[in-house]
């Protein structure tokens, strides 16, 4: 089996939302990852509602991912994207698929 990264955000210093992806039925679960993260920066997946509107992933979907918690599983289906803080350090976020 192989895995593909994508890479949603490139490693910068600056606060940067990421394009859409999308994550459907037939994808099984990704994995996003932000290593690197400071103490109180943060990479908030959010998910489009039915109105096209962004809103913060319910952590039940979708967990923030900060310096203890660096990378998540997405397994429900939805066109999500990553809004990352601004970061000391260059971080990026991967997207992993199976």
């Known amino acids: 089996m192989s895995v593909l990264a994508q890479i949603i955000v490139a490693p910068v210093t600056a606060g940067v939302t990421s394009n859409p992806f999308q994550q459907g039925v037939a994808d099984g679960p990704c994995t996003l990852v932000a290593g690197g993260l400071g103490a109180s ?11 096209g509107n962004w809103q913060n992933a319910p952590a039940a979907i979708a967990a923030q991912m900060t310096q203890t918690v660096p990378a998540i599983a997405i397994t429900v289906p939805g ?15 991967v997207l992993y698929r199976t």
């Open 41 to 51: 920066e943060t990479a908030t997946v959010q998910i489009q509602d039915a109105s």
């Open 79 to 93: 066109i999500y994207r990553v809004v990352k803080t601004a970061t000391a350090a260059a971080v990026g976020v």
